[in-house]
């Protein structure tokens, strides 16, 4: 009896044994595609936060552009012709920000991370990249069915958007940065009879429009840039522990 039970101790000593050594290999290897994971995840919001940076760059200049313009309305005496045409194409770009769209959610790799503040940050960036681009597709059909239609009756499309080409406003736009284009339209020689837009009521109002937008965009923008700082500071003293 003594030598069977100590055989059976034996036994399960040694299941016990080669469970506790399963577990840890998988542990192991759960914890080695969680560093991939963050690994990946590291990167991708680096590239979000440089993107995200950018189309706040040009929300800031077409914010400066429709103040500018709204001094020139306001102080005719102030307006310096050579700018105008910089200042309107300016107010004419659509910045839309595009994150890098991980899949982590629909895979059910969140399950991979442990930190629970990372999986929280993780679950909720979907819904508050929606606020951002909520505002920028606003603009988007304003700028199509309100303000282009004003721009193109009133004045030369053709030369502002020459001027936007000049300018190298699409610099932001490119896939590869530092990508130089050549392009010119030329400026319109049509000699045509137009009101002048500074002292049309609606010109104003769209620039109001333009200013306002582009600050919610900007604001919304700066709230999710913290998210983006936190979910790299966690990561970055996740992967400093492995």
């Known amino acids: 009896m003594k030598y069977a039970l100590g055989e059976i101790i034996l036994v399960v000593i040694g299941i016990l044994i080669a469970l506790s050594i399963n577990n840890w290999n998988e542990d192991r290897k759960e914890r080695l ?7 990946q995840l590291q990167s991708e919001f680096e590239s979000n936060l440089k993107q995200l940076n950018e189309k706040v760059s ?23 012709p050579d700018s105008i045409n910089s200042y309107l194409a300016k107010t004419l770009l659509v910045p839309t920000f595009d994150p890098i ?15 629970s503040r990372l999986k929280e940050l993780l679950t909720l960036w979907t819904s508050e990249v929606i606020q951002v681009t909520e505002e920028e597709v606003a603009w988007g059909e304003y700028k199509t069915h309100s303000y282009s239609p004003f ?31 050549k392009f ?30 582009a600050k919610i965009a900007n604001t919304q923008s700066i709230s999710l840039k913290g998210r983006i700082a936190e979910i ?5 003293a996740e992967l400093d522990k492995t």
């Open 151 to 181: 721009l193109q009756k009133y004045s030369s499309l053709r030369t502002i958007v020459n001027q936007y080409w000049q300018d190298d406003n699409m610099e932001a736009f490119y896939l590869d940065k530092g990508t130089r284009v």
């Open 232 to 236: 790299l500071q966690i990561i970055a």
């Open 101 to 115: 769209v991980n899949d982590i959610m629909t895979s059910g790799r969140i399950q991979l991370i442990q930190n």
């Open 33 to 39: 595609k969680e560093r991939e994971l963050l690994i």
């Open 184 to 213: 010119d339209l030329k400026s319109s020689t049509l000699d045509t009879d137009r009101p002048n837009i500074f002292k049309l009521s609606e010109f104003e109002n769209h620039l109001a429009v333009c200013a306002t937008d």
């Open 58 to 80: 040009i929300r800031n200049d077409m914010i400066s552009s429709c103040f500018k313009l709204l001094d020139y309305i306001d102080h005719p005496e102030n307006q310096e």
